[in-house]
């Protein structure tokens, strides 16, 4: 291995002026210092082998100017991945015999340190990257004599971590000082700093959404994009009455981090400037120069038909187990397909990223031997007991993970009251199925009269809606009113039915629905040995679904205690109530009555 030199043993050196700025990125003069060349640098472009092409073009106010920092434009970055090549080309007006030097701060201390090899060329770990000419050779070891040359090539580590880092092009006379020379001025000399943003090949994409959600246009919303894409999105209330309150984007780097490093900016926030009754915007390109976080917000307005009745957003710290006030585990039953490997392990149903994640997973070595005879483990959570309701409208975000015996779904149960018939009779609500590797989604209900007397096309009871990218998150819903069941898929109704007015269908099951149900998230595999269409697990396999969010809208209709406070239980013993025709009612029963002058609702 060569050995590494301090420039000064190379006889450059490293002194400051009386006016060095002792800051990050210090330069060797007053920042208003001109020169009097008679050429002009007027931009930088890089060439990458990850096929990047990016330029920069220099404002020309500043032209005369020794210094120029063009690293608070943010938006005017060039653009790298770690592990490429770079061709740094800068382009100028004139001809001019001095040199130049680039360096990138590449662990961001706030200051370029040029390490050189006892040959005069940048070691490994130099932030001097390249330059066309120092004691007559570049930073390839190759002669050069005269005017400015090009800028040899140079490698970004593959192990560079992603960021937005400093870049500084010195242009100087045969001296490696990143903070230029004192002669600098007088020789002509430009300091200009830039950012150089190295990032990885596809950026995230995270949807933050209130009452609402954001959609592709024409296709669903990719999880992922490549850097500098534009990305056209749809903005889209939960139900008409509901108002856009908010729409931001957020994107760079660590976007939950510091905004800037040393004064480079890793991340910026965006609120773009959209017509309150406009839907569909494009994200333009100079946005998602990495991670992408896209919030929009919806509020009801007194037009509004639902009214929220419950919204899990699951938003707990990583590794939590979701809301034990509204979820419980589900229960194994060896002899139910889709519960037959339930477990409430950790490992199987946690929260991450704002979702919850149910998995089925091979049964570890470490369960096996505390007694675990189930093959796979599978997670599975349940609101029974703990949250139902009847009528209204239910959504919820989700990605899965298709694969061979893949089996989730998003459905629901009714509450179980004493004396009822069983499964089917009080029938089953499936929002959202898929198996196996189908870009399929399955809507369904299950009742006696479809299931055990076989009707199911009077009326239909179930669709498979295909060609649903399921590389993406897509939003997954009903409509239940007392006539009708309407499912969704991104917010466009897929497939309806509806109550009959047959008495005699009615009197055998074909409507069960007038009850309140509760909800179901799962993780499961087939079972075609038990009459299940999806296929037997692939026992190697892990399969993962997310669920970013559930939510719950009514109507008054349905509920008029919605948007009402509740009485508190002391106020209620002390409180004068009056009913809507305005009488005193001494002791209220269930319904709204007015207390102290206001609204209240009395459970």
Request: aromatic share 10%; glycine share 8%; net charge negative.
């Amino acid at each position: 291995m060569s050995q590494l030199l301090p420039l000064a043993l190379l006889g450059l050196s490293l002194s400051l002026s009386a006016t060095a700025q002792i800051t990050d990125y210090p330069i060797s003069f007053a920042t208003d210092a001109n020169n009097a060349s008679d050429y002009q640098f007027t931009g930088v472009t890089i060439a990458t082998t990850s096929s990047r092409l990016s330029s920069i073009t220099f404002d020309t106010e500043t032209q005369n100017r020794v210094y120029r920092d063009h690293s608070q434009h943010y938006l005017k970055q060039l653009s790298a991945m770690p592990g490429d090549a770079i061709t740094l080309t800068p382009t100028l007006t004139g001809t001019t015999a001095l040199q130049g030097y680039l360096y990138v701060d590449l662990n961001q201390d706030g200051q370029f340190t040029p390490v050189l090899t006892a040959e005069g060329l940048p070691a490994e770990n130099s932030e001097l990257v390249s330059f066309t000419g120092l004691n007559g050779r570049n930073s390839k070891g190759e002669t050069v004599a005269g005017n400015f040359g090009a800028m040899p090539a140079f490698n970004l580590s593959s192990t560079l971590p992603h960021g937005v880092y400093r870049g500084r092009l010195v242009i100087d006379a045969n001296v490696a000082q990143p903070e230029g020379s004192a002669a600098i001025a007088t020789n002509g000399g430009q300091i200009v700093d830039f950012l150089l943003n190295v990032h990885a090949n596809t950026a995230k994409i995270t949807v933050l959404t209130e009452h609402g959600n954001v959609f592709g246009t024409g296709k669903a919303l990719p999880t992922h994009i490549r850097p500098m894409t534009p990305l056209p999105v749809n903005l889209k209330p939960v139900a008409a009455g509901y108002v856009r309150t908010n729409f931001v984007v957020r994107h760079g780097h660590n976007l939950d981090g510091p905004q800037f490093v040393h004064g480079n900016r890793q991340w910026a926030e965006e609120s773009p400037n959209l017509r309150p009754q406009s839907t569909v915007y494009i994200i333009p390109a100079a946005w998602t120069d990495n991670n992408v976080e896209i919030v929009a917000t919806f509020a009801p307005t007194p037009e509004a038909a639902y009214l929220p009745l419950l919204t899990e957003e699951f938003n707990l710290p990583n590794g939590s187990q979701p809301n034990s006030s509204l979820w419980r585990c589900s229960t194994r039953h060896a002899h139910i397909t889709w519960a037959r490997y339930i477990s409430n392990s950790p490992d199987v149903v946690y929260v991450e990223d704002g979702n919850l994640v149910c998995r089925a997973i091979p049964t570890p070595e470490s369960e096996r031997a505390n007694g675990e005879t189930a093959e796979m483990l599978s997670g599975a959570v349940e609101s029974r007991g703990l949250f139902d309701f009847q009528y209204g409208k239910i959504e919820a975000r989700i990605l899965t993970a298709p694969y061979e015996g893949n089996f989730p779904a998003f459905w629901m149960m009714p509450r179980p009251v004493e004396g009822q018939k069983g499964w089917p009779h009080e029938g089953e609500i499936d929002i959202w199925e898929q198996v196996n590797t189908d870009n399929t989604s399955v809507h369904t209900i299950h009742t006696n009269w479809t299931y055990n007397l076989g009707k199911r096309n009077e009326p239909q009871s179930s669709l498979f809606k295909g060609d649903v990218d399921m590389t993406a998150y897509h939003t997954y819903g009903v409509e239940w009113s007392p006539k009708a069941i309407s499912w969704f898929v991104d917010g466009v109704k897929v497939f309806t039915y509806s109550k009959s007015t047959n008495q005699n269908a009615l009197s055998q099951g074909q409507w069960p629905f007038d009850r309140p149900f509760y909800i179901i998230l799962n993780q499961s595999c087939g079972n075609q040995e038990s009459g299940s269409w999806a296929r037997k697990p692939v026992l190697t396999h892990t399969y993962e679904t997310r669920f970013d969010w559930v939510r719950v809208y009514q109507t008054k209709e349905e509920n008029p205690a919605l948007g009402i406070e509740k009485v508190a239980a002391d106020e209620g013993a002390t409180a004068t109530a009056y009913d809507l025709s305005g009488k005193v009612v001494a002791n209220p029963a269930k319904g709204i009555y007015i207390v102290d002058g206001q609204k209240k609702w009395c459970p």
